[in-house]
């Protein structure tokens, strides 16, 4: 049971095959087997899921019906979940109950799908490995001693060991996108307004984008559904309307205009996996699309833009965490400033703190200008270059990373080693454009992603390309041995 996709689950449901409690059951016997080696859950909410999975039993019953109707998932311990801790992967939340649902998960439990946990990350979403995380690293189904991506890589490890179909995740830089191509699965980071972020502890406001991780893409479908949509409660919510995803999914590729990139092609990209891009390419091209190359001349510039962008915005979010309103307090504190400093001192991981203080830098005084105000000029030229490509093309296709997993600890001493990993993806959250990447093969038995990006709003055509590569692929199926 626990192979089955979302999609599948839907069907078993509704043919009567099994209940939502009977599968929720299952899954949380195998989340409580396996994921020690793992360590993709920070919270398990059994007794959640079981009155959940009842009450969608029931629902049914009554003859609804709705593909997440029953449907077991997770959320990334960003996502506040009334009366549950929400953690964000750090010590400062390790106690925080959040008070209300976010819309995200308000939304998915008005469609039915049942909680079964809260799902490990890097702290406040800081990170590409899932090592900075309070609770302790996530490990790579496929490779123990290999890293699942990060920060989402909870999510990601406990979809691809097949402890549950699905799971929310969020992307600031490549949070989905990343550790789904570390772990063989499909993420989509939705346009920035797609998904409501209310409820979603901010990492960097004006990047941050919650999203499906799940092993198909037909099954990112559903959960995007569920997720997307106006939220007035969010002030840069978009509201425009959710187009059926699955219904687009069998559209023809012919004629489609793929955009390869030059500048995705250059020295840092591991050989093997830009072969496995251009194999990939060729299958999109039995479909009948058409292949063009592009430029993407400011590329270059989207790191240094972002390690500037994202500390300065988490340095203003993150200052609510002051031992006085949320989280952990020191003991015994002298006084109110040492309250603050030893407070987020204890409560903040060096990786948090040393974004925080990037961020106040790069905003302060006397510094703004030559690097907050020049991060943000890059930013438009960024968003400019995909604007010129998408006039010729609809689609931009490469790799979502230069490299497969790295060992865990591999880049714990260099954290600039890391944020380089981050190339490929980050340019589509400076310009907020939606992103899916999806299986594209093996290196050395770890797997390889080939990231898909689209103009604003074209989340369908994204799950539409997919779709049809997974038709004619199986890359996507395969799944780690022991799990
Ligand atoms: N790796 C990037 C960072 O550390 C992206 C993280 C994310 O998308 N949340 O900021």
Redesign the pocket.
């Known amino acids: 049971m626990h192979q089955l996709t979302l999609a599948e689950i839907a069907r078993g449901l509704a043919d009567k095959k099994f209940s939502s409690e009977e599968l929720t059951k299952t899954l949380l016997a195998r989340i409580a087997q396996l994921d020690p080696q793992l360590n993709s859950f920070i919270s398990l909410t059994e007794d959640l899921a079981l009155q959940q999975a009842k009450a969608a039993d029931a629902r049914r019953a009554n003859g609804e019906s709705g593909a997440l109707l029953g449907a077991p998932i997770a959320h990334k311990d960003l996502f506040c979940t009334q009366g549950i801790r929400t953690s964000c992967g750090s010590k400062m939340l390790d106690n925080f109950k959040a008070p209300y649902d976010a819309t995200v998960v308000a939304k998915l439990a008005a469609a039915g799908a049942v909680t079964l946990g809260k799902t490990n990350m890097?702290e406040f979403?800081?990170?590409?490995a899932n090592e900075s995380s309070y609770y302790g690293p996530v490990k790579n189904p496929w490779n123990l001693e290999h890293v699942p991506g990060?920060?989402s890589g909870g999510s990601a490890a406990a979809v691809a060991a097949r402890l549950l179909p699905a799971a929310t995740a969020?992307?600031?830089?490549?949070?989905i996108r990343?550790p789904a191509a570390f772990t063989n699965l499909t993420g989509l980071k939705p346009t920035y307004g797609r998904v409501s972020r209310w409820g979603m502890i901010a990492?960097a406001s004006s990047l941050d984008q919650g999203g499906p991780l799940a092993r198909t893409a037909e099954d990112c479908a559903i959960l995007l559904q569920g997720m997307a949509g106006f939220d007035t409660n969010d002030s840069t919510s978009i509201d425009e309307p959710v187009p059926d995803y699955s219904a687009s999914l069998n559209d023809s590729l012919k004629g489609l205009r793929i955009g390869v990139p030059k500048e995705y092609f250059s020295a840092g990209l591991d050989p093997r996996i830009a072969e496995l891009i251009h194999n990939s390419i060729k299958e999109l091209e039995k479909l009948g699309a058409v292949i063009k190359e592009i430029s993407l001349p400011n590329m270059q510039h989207a790191i240094p833009a972002y390690y500037v962008i994202?500390p300065a915005e988490a340095s203003s979010n993150l200052s609510r965490f002051d031992g006085v309103r949320f989280g952990h307090r020191c003991a015994d504190p002298k006084n109110l400033e040492d309250l603050y400093k030893r407070s987020r001192g204890e409560g903040f991981g060096p990786e948090v703190q040393r974004r925080i203080m990037v961020g106040a830098y790069a905003l302060s005084a006397g510094y703004y200008d030559a690097y907050y105000l020049k991060a943000q000029k890059i930013r438009r030229l960024v968003k400019n270059d995909f604007m010129a490509a998408f006039n010729e093309v609809d689609i931009i296709l490469g790799p979502t990373t230069p490299n497969p997993a790295w060992k865990l600890g591999a880049k714990n001493s260099d954290p600039v080693a890391?944020?380089l990993e981050?190339v490929y993806t980050?340019t589509a959250?400076l310009a907020g454009l939606p992103g899916l990447s999806m299986p594209a093969g093996f290196v050395d038995g770890l797997p390889v992603g080939v990231q898909l990006l689209a103009p604003y709003f074209q989340e369908g055509r994204l799950l539409n390309v997919a779709h049809q590569y997974q038709l004619n692929t199986d890359w996507h199926t395969r799944t780690p041995t022991g799990f």
């Not at 969020?170 to 949070?175: L, Q």
């Open positions: 890097d979403a800081m990170g590409s990060g920060s969020t992307d600031t830089g490549g949070s990343q990492y994202a890391a944020y981050d980050i959250n």
